[in-house]
């Protein structure tokens, strides 16, 4: 559950970062295009996907712990996309692989 809730948090937040005008975007997902042309769209529906992201985990942690876990998140996920996307390091095979590895330790661990 917590995985998908990352995932989430990182669509939500590259939706965002994909609408900026101020760098070139490399299509990297398949979702830029659309988000550079459509900069309202996507930002509602970044904005929407992250607010997905913190109730579910305000589902499972509460009001206080789940802002809180929010945020951590948010940071972290936000800060690796803008060192790691220049850098051509995120694809989608990295992504996939790296989901499979979240969920498979989430499940093994629970």
Do not use: D
């Not at 309202?40 to 985990?57: A, D, R, Y």
């Not at 996309?81 to 989430?106: D, N, Q, Y």
């Amino acid at each position: 559950m917590i995985s998908l809730t990352y995932l989430l948090i990182f669509l939500g937040f590259y939706f965002w970062y994909s609408t900026t005008s101020r760098i070139k975007i490399q299509p990297v997902f398949g979702m830029e295009n659309w988000a550079q042309k459509k900069k309202m769209e996507s930002k509602i529906l970044g904005s929407l996907l992250l607010c997905l992201g913190w109730f579910l985990l305000f589902q499972n942690y509460g009001m206080g712990a789940s802002s809180f876990h929010f945020l951590i998140a948010l940071m972290t996920i936000a800060s690796s996309v803008i060192v790691f996307m220049p850098l051509g390091i995120l694809s989608l095979k990295t992504m996939i692989l790296l989901l499979f590895l979240m969920l498979f330790f989430e499940y093994i661990i629970t």
